[in-house]
């Protein structure tokens, strides 16, 4: 083995300094998925001795990639084989191959192999759904640009690959990669085409990830579409996840807008509300806001002071007091209706 290796090692420098990497020169062990110096690719190919082959020159032209050799990582990168004899699209309708040939390991890093196998399926005309494996059938897009829909059959437990009526407008003959079905929390064995994904949570937080956003056109149309028809906008979905993130800061930013109500504070222990505080009422029957002195012991009013008239002359030493001036039997009826007016409206106050 270590002798093969050295020997195509040594036809490939000499071919590298010669100039040209000639395909009929090239070990069997490096024929298939290598590209002469003309740019036609080399065919691993039987030989009229059973058990025996050679490396061939065939008739397809690489455009853009000249005296290449495809490398191990590559070969198993895209679920290809080396001792695979001839050049055909046959893997295409294999679910294993297509599925590492459509890896981002496959598609990023191995130009040749996707250069290969994207010829040879355009080599074979339209992509047509109902003829797509089981495998391959949800969220393709035919030819025609129609989606391709998994569905059940007549025979229980037997699914079959139809043409869907839903027309995409942009993106034509693409069967979708692991990676977005992946990314996007997707599922190839769902069958039918439905909007009812978009109301799970779960669902939608891969959806809405930049990961598929930003590498998966065709699960995004798919969506917004199913979406839109339910009236709402994916867009919003995802920038309402974007802003609030996880269900409790989102509820954190809700309650911090200001629309939650303000919480509330202890009661007081006080019976008397905070909004009208009202000091101790006053032992005084009186009330607070009109404050009377205590009635004077006199039987007379203090608004309406009157002398008792004098009871005789005046004895010497005793002191002077100033005797009112006579009345008239009229003033003094006047007065005394005077004093039991205001007396009256005393007792009624």
């Known amino acids: 083995m270590v002798m093969i290796i050295f020997l195509a090692l040594s036809l490939l420098l000499q071919g590298a300094l010669a100039g040209e990497l000639i395909c009929d020169e090239l070990p069997v062990g490096m024929c298939a998925f290598s590209i002469s110096s003309s740019g036609k690719r080399c065919s691993l190919e039987t030989s009229d001795e059973p058990g025996v082959f050679q490396c061939k020159t065939s008739e397809i032209l690489v455009h853009k990639i000249r005296e290449h050799i495809e490398t191990d990582e590559c070969i198993t990168a895209c679920g290809a084989d080396r001792n695979v004899t001839g050049i055909s699209s046959d893997f295409l309708f294999d679910p294993i191959f297509t599925a590492k040939l459509c890896s981002n390991r496959c ?20 992509l047509i759904c109902d003829e797509l ?32 009526e839903i027309l995409v407008h942009k993106i034509r003959e693409h069967i979708e990669t692991d990676e977005c079905i992946t ?41 917004s579409n199913l979406a839109l028809a339910e009236g709402k906008l994916l867009s919003k979905r995802c920038k ?7 269900p409790r800061r989102a509820m954190s930013e809700f309650q911090s807008s200001g629309i939650a109500f303000a919480p509330l504070s202890a009661p007081s222990a006080s019976p008397v509300p905070v909004f009208a505080p009202v000091s101790a009422p006053s032992a005084s029957p009186v009330p607070a806001f009109a404050p009377v002195s205590a ?29 009112p001036p006579a009345l008239s039997p009229m003033g003094i009826t006047a007065a005394v209706i005077s004093a039991l007016l205001l007396l009256h409206q005393f007792c009624s106050f």
């Open 107 to 126: 598609l990023n890093n191995c130009p040749n192999m996707v250069d290969l196998y994207s010829n040879l399926a355009l080599a074979e005309g339209e």
């Open 133 to 164: 494996p089981v495998g391959m059938c949800a969220f393709s897009i035919s030819s025609s640009g129609k989606r391709c829909s998994l569905e059940t059959s007549d025979e229980p437990g037997v699914f079959q690959c139809k043409t869907s």
């Open 183 to 223: 990314a996007c929390g997707a599922d190839r064995n769902v069958t039918g085409i439905s909007s009812d994904f978009l109301f799970d949570p779960i669902f939608t937080a891969k959806l809405c990830s930049n990961r598929c956003l930003n590498n998966c056109p065709n699960m995004v149309d798919l969506y």
């Open 240 to 246: 309402a996840q974007e802003t609030h993130g996880t």
């Open 295 to 323: 009635p004077s012991a006199s039987p007379v009013p203090v608004f309406a002071p009157v002398s008792a008239p004098a009871a005789g002359p005046v004895t010497a030493g005793a002191a002077a007091v100033a005797t």
